[in-house]
């Protein structure tokens, strides 16, 4: 296979903190021998774990990103043992265009794994990780939350794995992530994902859906730092006690946790975030658009549980997802 056109500006492997970037080389109109630098920040000391901390896989997500930053310009290294690579902007163009795929070539990180070295500027972003950065990696913590399109009741995922030894130590890490809410995933689209990439390779992998809506707020970023600082305590590479507080456990355990809208409207959700919902409930209504009289479009919830989920911008499409329903475990 072609080597991977990104190298970063500092050592992956030197006890220290270093500042730098991966640096992706982008031939464009604006620049004939341009790169692009997506910040990047290693702090190592001595031996030991090694954490990749990633942000912004999708660009319009913005609690792992802030609690990247902060934790890449407030560690000294004597607080490190072992290393954490840093990198808030995982999808830096989507970012830096505040969409969810990248702005050059419409890439979803998270669907373009593993890759390819010579593929559009998503693809080799996703090569580098698979074949470079993960490699490196005994845990990756992964920060989501919902984007522009969607909102979530803050948790941490883990997702339910054929090889059990990796799905216990996910599960134990989740726990150590300690959001308000705990969820055992189902993914319904897990190809070319980010999070099926790193568990493949045996390793433990923490995600986070924490809020959305295109913004973050004071209690979700404040969630991100401490699950951050829980998870990096659990694998011992910072010293300290970890916070935990009651967190609700829940399952997304097949296709009924989903609905999904099937046709264009006017969005009323029914329930808020977090409220228990009975098989049956009315979830939402989509009104028609452009005449009055007619009644709304009914979406009920096939199961019981909880809204975890909704849809967010006050327009829907169809095929959109209308809300989720978490699944109470014991
Ligand atoms: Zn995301």
Same mark, same amino acid.
């Given at each position: 296979?072609?080597?991977?056109?990104i190298?970063?500006?500092?050592?992956?492997?030197?006890?220290?903190?270093?500042?730098?970037?991966?640096?992706?080389?982008?031939?464009?109109?604006?620049?004939?021998?341009?790169?692009?630098?997506?910040?990047?920040?290693?702090?190592?000391?001595?031996?030991?774990?090694?954490?990749?901390?990633?942000?912004?896989?999708?660009?319009?997500?913005?609690?792992g990103?802030?609690?990247?930053?902060e934790?890449a310009?407030?560690?000294?290294?004597?607080?490190?043992?072992?290393?954490? @690579?840093?990198?808030?902007?995982?999808?830096?163009?989507?970012?830096?265009?505040?969409?969810?795929?990248?702005?050059i070539?419409?890439?979803?990180l998270?669907?373009?794994?593993?890759?390819?070295?010579?593929g559009?500027?998503?693809?080799?972003?996703?090569?580098?990780?698979?074949?470079?950065?993960?490699?490196?990696?005994?845990?990756?913590?992964?920060?989501?939350?919902g984007?522009?399109?969607?909102?979530?009741?803050?948790?941490?995922?883990?997702? @339910?794995?054929?090889d059990?030894?990796?799905?216990?130590?996910?599960?134990?890490?989740?726990?150590?992530f300690?959001?308000?809410?705990?969820?055992?995933?189902?993914?319904i689209?897990?190809?070319?994902?980010?999070?099926?990439?790193?568990?493949?390779?045996?390793?433990?992998?923490?995600?986070?859906?924490?809020?959305?809506?295109?913004?973050?707020?004071?209690?979700?970023?404040?969630?991100?730092?401490?699950?951050?600082?829980?998870?990096?305590?659990?694998f011992?590479?910072?010293?300290g006690?970890?916070?935990?507080?009651?967190?609700?456990?829940?399952?997304?355990?097949?296709?009924?946790?989903?609905?999904?809208?099937?046709?264009?409207?006017?969005?009323?959700?029914?329930?808020?975030?977090?409220d228990?919902?009975?098989?049956?409930?009315?979830?939402?209504?989509?009104?028609?658009?452009?005449?009055?009289?007619?009644?709304?479009?009914?979406?009920?919830?096939?199961?019981?549980?909880?809204?975890?989920?909704?849809?967010?911008?006050?327009? @829907?499409?169809?095929?959109d997802?209308?809300?989720?329903i978490?699944?109470?475990?014991?």
């Amino acid at each position: 296979m072609k080597a991977n056109p990104i190298s970063p500006t500092i050592p992956l492997n030197k006890d220290g903190v270093h500042h730098g970037f991966l640096k992706l080389p982008y031939s464009r109109d604006d620049s004939a021998w341009g790169s692009i630098m997506i910040p990047l920040t290693v702090i190592q000391n001595g031996t030991g774990k090694t954490a990749l901390l990633t942000g912004a896989n999708h660009g319009d997500e913005y609690e792992g990103p802030i609690a990247l930053h902060e934790l890449a310009s407030t560690l000294k290294a004597e607080d490190v043992a072992g290393r954490l @690579i840093i990198v808030p902007a995982f999808n830096y163009p989507a970012f830096r265009a505040g969409s969810r795929t990248s702005s050059i070539d419409k890439g979803n990180l998270n669907r373009s794994f593993p890759g390819r070295p010579d593929g559009t500027v998503t693809e080799k972003i996703a090569d580098y990780f698979q074949r470079t950065l993960l490699p490196l990696a005994d845990v990756a913590v992964d920060f989501h939350s919902g984007g522009k399109t969607l909102n979530f009741v803050p948790f941490a995922a883990a997702h @339910i794995l054929d090889d059990k030894a990796t799905e216990e130590a996910c599960f134990a890490a989740m726990k150590a992530f300690n959001a308000p809410y705990s969820v055992q995933l189902m993914e319904i689209d897990s190809e070319g994902m980010y999070d099926t990439a790193v568990e493949e390779m045996g390793k433990v992998l923490v995600t986070t859906e924490l809020g959305g809506g295109g913004s973050s707020t004071a209690s979700s970023n404040a969630i991100a730092k401490k699950g951050l600082r829980n998870v990096l305590t659990h694998f011992g590479i910072l010293k300290g006690e970890m916070q935990i507080e009651p967190t609700v456990n829940l399952s997304m355990p097949d296709k009924d946790c989903f609905i999904f809208s099937e046709g264009d409207g006017l969005y009323e959700v029914m329930v808020e975030l977090g409220d228990p919902i009975t098989k049956g409930d009315l979830v939402a209504r989509v009104w028609p658009m452009d005449s009055t009289g007619s009644p709304p479009v009914e979406y009920h919830a096939c199961r019981n549980g909880l809204l975890i989920c909704r849809h967010f911008p006050g327009l @829907i499409q169809s095929g959109d997802c209308v809300a989720v329903i978490g699944v109470a475990e014991a």
